[in-house]
T-cell receptor
Framework: GQQVMQIPQYQHVQEGEDFTTYCNSS?????IQWYKQRPGGHPVFLIQ?????EVKKQKRLTFQFGEAKKNSSLHITATQTTDVGTYFC???????????FGTGTRLQVTL | DAGITQSPRHKVTETGTPVTLRCHQT?????MYWYRQDPGHGLRLIHY???????DKGEVSDGYSVSRSKTEDFLLTLESATSSQTSVYFC??????????????FGPGTRLTVL
């Protein structure tokens, strides 16, 4: 089945710095979803991208889907301590609405 | 949230004992899933259900079984727990997303330790 590589695995930033995580695939993706998991919490759906080149924003978060639909990125501008957590990309497989999750990027933000 | 509860939230057990984890949803969703989460592996699908008494295996199903006798309940059983099954277990449901592919909503998780 389709798989995605997520990079980096971990990033530590100072509050106010920007952060980007990438999700890459060797095959064309039909869509991509992003989830956030706070420490000790459960994954929470953030956004879904389905169109080539699509860009969506949620306040300081910008999500992009590559033109070739083989990669996606999540960019956070001016990180805050509330952004701490692990960010996962996920592929919708279609069968029984299953998702295949990337391994996640853990973000640590310090003052 | 999608009205998903998991029980127990924490459990410590010994190798060789049977363990059952329960997932309960209140919104009558058709699809339900069990994942395990381990450092470096993200979320891996154990089993899923597409209706009452309809279940299938995920990518890491060995050592696990599931049952769904009612729409609202999805049970995960470790017949004979092993230390490699120490993990955090999440239940999820799939929810329609207004014409786009379904998205998933997760329960709070169960932290299982097998000694």
């Amino acid at each position: 089945g389709q798989q995605v590589m997520q990079i980096p695995q971990y990033q530590h930033v100072q509050e106010g710095e920007d952060f980007t995580t990438y999700c890459n695939s060797s095959t064309t993706l039909s869509n991509i979803q992003w989830y956030k998991q706070r420490p000790g919490g459960h994954p929470v759906f953030l956004i879904q991208l389905v169109k080539s080149g699509e860009v969506k924003k949620q306040k300081r978060l910008t999500f992009q889907f590559g033109e070739a639909k083989k990669n996606s990125s999540l960019h956070i501008t001016a990180t805050q301590t509330t952004d701490v957590g692990t960010y996962f990309c996920a592929l919708y497989t279609g069968t029984a609405s299953k998702l295949t999750f990337g391994t996640g990027t853990r973000l640590q933000v310090t003052l | 949230d999608a009205g998903i509860t998991q029980s127990p939230r924490h459990k410590v057990t010994e190798t060789g004992t049977p363990v059952t984890l329960r997932c309960h949803q209140t919104e009558n969703h058709r699809y339900m899933y069990w994942y395990r989460q381990d450092p470096g592996h993200g979320l891996r699908l154990i089993h899923y259900s597409y209706g009452v008494k309809d279940t299938d295996k995920g990518e890491v199903s060995d050592g696990y079984s599931v049952s769904r006798s009612k729409t609202e309940d999805f049970l995960l059983t470790l017949e004979s727990a092993t230390s490699s099954q120490t993990s955090v277990y999440f239940c999820a449901i799939s929810r329609p997303s207004g014409g786009a592919p379904d998205t998933q909503y997760f329960g709070p998780g169960t932290r299982l330790t097998v000694l």
